[in-house]
């Protein structure tokens, strides 16, 4: 397993813009296809993103489609979530998770190791 340390949550209006950045520990990092997962007060959580162990495969949510781009860099051991012209229906807390898989996933149970969220509030 590794450990995952999300940040760059916040508030932003609708229309705007932010960057979340997900840190993992450990040297095998580029072996698990990332993703990730968003939870609403009251909702369940969620598929948002997914990419694959080497970052060329990527898959989306119908809600986030054109707005979010995930991406990683090995490198660091870091996912990313661009997201751009957020709405008031993207408010919720973001969980970035890995999996043994190679590919892209989307099921939550397919994921080994989460992060602890970050907070996302959009005002309208």
């Known amino acids: 397993q590794v450990q995952l340390v999300e940040s760059g949550g916040g508030l932003v209006q609708t229309g705007g813009s932010l960057r979340l950045s997900c840190a993992a520990s450990?040297?095998?990092?580029?072996?698990?296809?990332m993703a990730w997962f968003r939870q609403a007060p009251g909702k369940e959580r969620e598929f948002v993103a997914g990419i694959n162990f080497g970052g060329w495969s990527t898959r989306y949510a119908d809600s986030v489609k054109g707005r979010f781009t995930i991406s990683r860099d090995n490198a660091k051991a870091t996912v990313y979530l661009q997201m751009n012209n957020l709405k008031p229906e993207d408010t919720a807390v973001y969980y970035c998770a890995a999996s043994n898989s190679y590919m892209v996933v989307e099921t939550a149970t397919m994921f080994s190791s989460w992060g602890q969220g970050t907070q996302v509030t959009v005002s309208s």
């Open positions: 450990g040297r095998t990092f580029s072996r698990y296809a």
